[in-house]
């Protein structure tokens, strides 16, 4: 039992090592990907790293709470991270064509893990502020349901709302690191050490909205000036 026990704390060690490790380079890669989003090659290389290196931090939180019963608290962000990861790129692969079966399992996995948390928090009560844990799973189920839905949307729908919901869907996802990281290093400035992050996303967000928004409106009066 005492080896079991070394090996356990052993393993529990390295797990966190490795996720502290690898959300720290996803945290690096995604910010750089941000920032030179405006030059294609190098946004896709700095985004390949980013996803990738989000699979280790995903498995490795999702172990932390399964496997060494650690932090539960975390669940909710780690899967509402790891989610809008996966359903960023799918966007991208799909390009406006209807989900496939994997498009409806994952998130289906992940309102499961969402009503697991919410079992949690009712059985165990709030560790972190409400404003943080509601939210989280809020938008969990917000962005799960109108992924199950797209199936229903129009094709034509879909490939104008890709871009909006790539970048919707990366930016929730590095938000989500950027929150768990400001959250444990600034514990004592809870909540606003993680709902201030997510503040800065949104108006991130709406901002590429808008000059997305406003590039399209210049490219159709280009072609609409150049047909007459």
Known sequence: MLICGIIYKAMHQIN????????T?????GLVA???ASKYRWHVRFGRVFVWTMVPV?????????VFQRNSFLLVITVLSGYTCFAGVRTLKLRGKSPEWIDIVVPVCAMVCGFYYLHYLFSNGHYWAPV?????????FLI????????????DFRKKAMLYEHVYKMMSSLTGLVSAFSGTVLPQYKPYSQVVPN???LVCTLFVFISIYNNRRSQRNVILHSSR
Do not use: E
């Open 16 to 23: 966190i090592l490795i996720h502290v490790l690898a959300g």
């Open 25 to 29: 380079v996803a945290l690096l890669v």
């Open 34 to 36: 941000l920032l030179v």
């Open 58 to 66: 995903i498995v490795t939180g999702l172990a932390g709470v399964f």
């Open 132 to 140: 943080v844990t509601v939210s989280g799973v809020g938008a969990l």
């Open 144 to 155: 799960t349901v109108y992924d199950l839905s797209r199936s229903f949307m129009p094709a």
């Open 199 to 201: 503040v800065v996303s």
